[in-house]
């Protein structure tokens, strides 16, 4: 079965660094890849995703993701910081068949710090 | 982009009534639709998979008669929380499946159960 982590519950970040929100993921076969985004009260929000091609995904709002074979990694990063970033962070899986579930990593709330 | 919308945003309930959520896809067709419940800080909860024209799939430990899914027509899904107690209370979100790959989701549904 499928399976996604995100090892930090929380990433604080000063506004203008550049910043990365990890992620790994373990499923048979080659993997779907997905970053959502949550702000309070909101349902998710689609950042961008990997499906095959360039390993370098370019999504909304200037963030960008990794894919990374060998270590089953798909961060999220972004060069430089600004405060509306602030919010829960979902990485996510699913597989190419026809059970197409998505999966969700638990979260990592991002803050950046005026 | 393909927008998603539930209905009601927030639904506050007594004990042993039944609560009906409703989640349309406003400018596509949607064959697949998801439900998924949120507690407080922590992730999306896959509870099942809504099919037009068939029965929903739940997933492990989610009790089918309990939370009743029809999925009517190709924009339209509902979810019935049946006799519903303060446990049940939570954010249900739902998202519909656009094209092979993505999902779009719902801005979600906070129900309470008093």
């Known amino acids: 079965a499928q399976s996604v982590a995100q090892p930090e519950d929380q990433v604080n970040v000063a506004e203008g660094n550049p910043l990365t929100v990890k992620c790994t993921y373990s499923?048979?076969?080659?993997?779907?890849l997905f970053w959502y985004v949550q702000y309070p009260n909101r349902g998710l929000q689609f950042l961008l995703k990997?499906?095959?091609?360039?390993?370098l995904v370019k999504g909304s709002y200037g963030f960008e993701a990794e894919f990374n074979k060998s270590q089953t990694s798909f961060h999220l990063k972004k060069p430089s910081a600004l405060v509306s970033d602030s919010a829960l962070y979902f990485c996510?899986?699913?597989?190419?068949?026809?059970?197409?579930?998505?999966?969700f990593g638990k979260g990592t709330r991002l803050h950046i710090l005026p | 982009g393909a927008v998603v919308s539930q209905h009601p945003s927030r639904v506050i309930c007594k004990s042993g009534t039944s609560v009906k959520i409703e989640c349309r896809s406003l400018?596509?067709?949607?064959?697949?639709m998801f439900w998924y419940r949120q507690f407080p800080k922590q992730s999306l909860m896959l509870m099942a998979t809504?099919?037009?024209?068939?029965?929903?799939?739940?997933e492990q430990g989610v009790e089918k008669d309990k939370f009743l899914i029809n999925h009517a027509s190709l924009t339209l899904s509902t979810l019935t929380v049946t006799s519903a107690h303060p446990e049940d209370s939570s954010f249900y979100i739902c998202?519909?499946?656009?094209?092979?790959?993505?999902?779009?989701f719902g801005p979600g549904t906070r129900l309470t159960v008093t």
């Open positions: 998202s519909a499946r656009a094209g092979l790959y993505e999902q779009y």
């Open positions: 499923v048979s076969g080659n993997p779907y």
């Open positions: 996510a899986v699913s597989r190419p068949t026809r059970d197409d579930k998505i999966i």
């Open positions: 990997y499906i095959t091609g360039d390993n």
């Open positions: 809504s099919n037009e024209g068939s029965k929903a799939t739940y």
């Open positions: 400018d596509f067709q949607a064959t697949t």
